[in-house]
């Protein structure tokens, strides 16, 4: 991993996090993997099968196993943006809260897309009650709602689409 490409998301980069999360174009996101495996059976599983370094023992003895700043690196094939909103949902509950609270579209698709893909339940469910508030399947709540200028909804349909979300479609 070359360093002078590597950028910390200071939010998502606790001190005393035991593990590293690179998304696309080297972001990077130390946290913890008691909680991502507390929480997503996916990460459960990535992180069971993985060998990582012991603190007893050297850097070169876990041969294959990336570290940097003495953790062990996972290299996620998701979007920095998506991973940042996932991620972001997922240690700081005040970011992504229930609605009625407002959010963005793209922290919505982030968080439906990556709560999907890890299989996060209660983040996947709260970003499709969102989508559904922000996307009503009346058109008359829609035209109340939306007026003549519609958020995005062709994004609402390729995340409805893309998260097996088909009472949105």
């Given at each position: ?17 035991n593990i590293i ?38 850097v070169e003895a ?34 992504f809260a229930p ?71």
């Open positions: 991993m070359d360093a002078s490409t590597l950028e910390r998301v200071d939010a998502l980069w606790f001190p005393d996090g999360l690179s998304a696309h174009g080297g972001v990077l996101f130390r946290v913890f993997r008691g909680i991502l495996a507390a929480r997503s059976p996916v990460f459960a599983d990535m992180l069971a099968s993985l060998a990582f370094p012991q603190p007893a023992r050297s876990d041969a294959g196993v990336e570290t940097l700043d003495g953790c062990p690196v996972l290299h996620l094939d998701d979007s920095a943006a998506d991973a940042m909103y996932f991620l972001k949902a997922l240690f700081d509950y005040e970011f609605y009625p609270a407002r959010t963005d579209f793209d922290a919505i698709h982030g968080v439906l897309r990556l709560g999907t893909k890890y299989r996060v339940e209660p983040l996947r469910r709260r970003a499709l009650r969102h989508l559904a508030s922000a996307h009503p399947m009346r058109l008359g709540v829609w035209d109340r709602l939306c007026g003549a200028s519609p958020s995005s909804p062709a994004g609402a349909v390729a995340a409805s689409a893309a998260s097996s979300a088909s009472s949105l479609l």
